[in-house]
């Protein structure tokens, strides 16, 4: 049981727009940034969103991510095949002193 | 550009102990916090442990804690984890990564695989 809560898979058709949650507490959450994840089949995760909504350099701007009280979304537009993946969120937990990640949503683009 | 090679992993029995190095480049090694993050065989990824630039400051996952340790050897740009009393429930595949602005992970290695079996 993950800390985070993520839903565990997501479809959409290719050149929609998906949204992933991300819900925890204010513990973790509430007070602290949120980073967002991509993990293509076989590979090592890679940062997709950091301090909430910042893209890091190469990272298109079709990804994006907003954080509200205790809730994140990430936000892909114009889905591509490409973006099958596993994506993941995570922050700092201040009460336990450990990062914590959401149990990954799995997205298929169709 | 930033590299992070982790070596180390491998197939051992219970109760063994493993130690996992991630050698790295391209950043100053010394002015960044270091993670290990581990991923078990079809599942998600499971935040470690996390040591800070100077290595003053360390934390762990309950799951490992009192059993694994997380170092660094700034002289030598390399992050360790000494991994001691290892269970089934070990077996994963283990990352490095470097942390990054708001705690990000913002560069990971290729991960290498740790089997704990008989």
């Known amino acids: 049981q993950s800390v985070l809560t993520q839903p565990p898979s997501l479809s959409a058709a290719p050149g929609q727009r998906v949204t992933i949650s991300c819900s925890g507490s204010?513990?973790?959450?509430?007070?602290?940034?949120v980073s967002w994840y991509q993990q293509l089949p076989g590979t090592a995760p890679k940062l997709l969103i950091y301090?909430?909504?910042k893209r890091p350099s190469g990272i298109p701007d079709r990804f994006s991510g907003s954080k509200s009280d205790t809730s994140a979304t990430l936000g892909i537009t114009g889905l591509q095949t490409g973006d099958e993946a596993d994506y993941f969120c995570g922050t700092w937990d201040t009460s336990l002193s450990v990062v914590v990640f959401g149990g990954g949503t799995k997205l298929t683009v169709l | 550009q930033v590299q992070l090679v982790e070596s180390g992993g491998g197939v051992v029995q219970p109760g063994r102990s493993l130690r996992l190095s991630c050698a790295t480049s391209?950043?100053?090694?010394?002015?960044?916090?270091m993670h290990w993050v581990r991923q078990a065989p079809g599942k998600g990824l499971e935040w470690v442990a996390v040591i800070s630039y100077d290595g003053n400051y360390k934390s762990y996952a309950d799951s490992v804690k009192g059993r694994f340790t997380i170092s660094r050897d700034n002289s030598k740009n390399t992050l360790f984890l000494q991994m001691n009393s290892l269970r089934p429930d070990d077996t994963a595949v283990y990352y490095c990564?470097?942390?990054?602005?708001?705690?990000?992970?913002?560069?990971w290695g290729q991960g290498t695989p740790v089997t704990v079996s008989s």
């Open positions: 391209g950043f100053t090694f010394s002015s960044y916090g």
């Open positions: 990564a470097k942390e990054g602005a708001g705690l990000a992970s913002d560069h």
């Open positions: 204010t513990f973790n959450i509430g007070n602290n940034y």
């Open positions: 301090e909430n909504d």
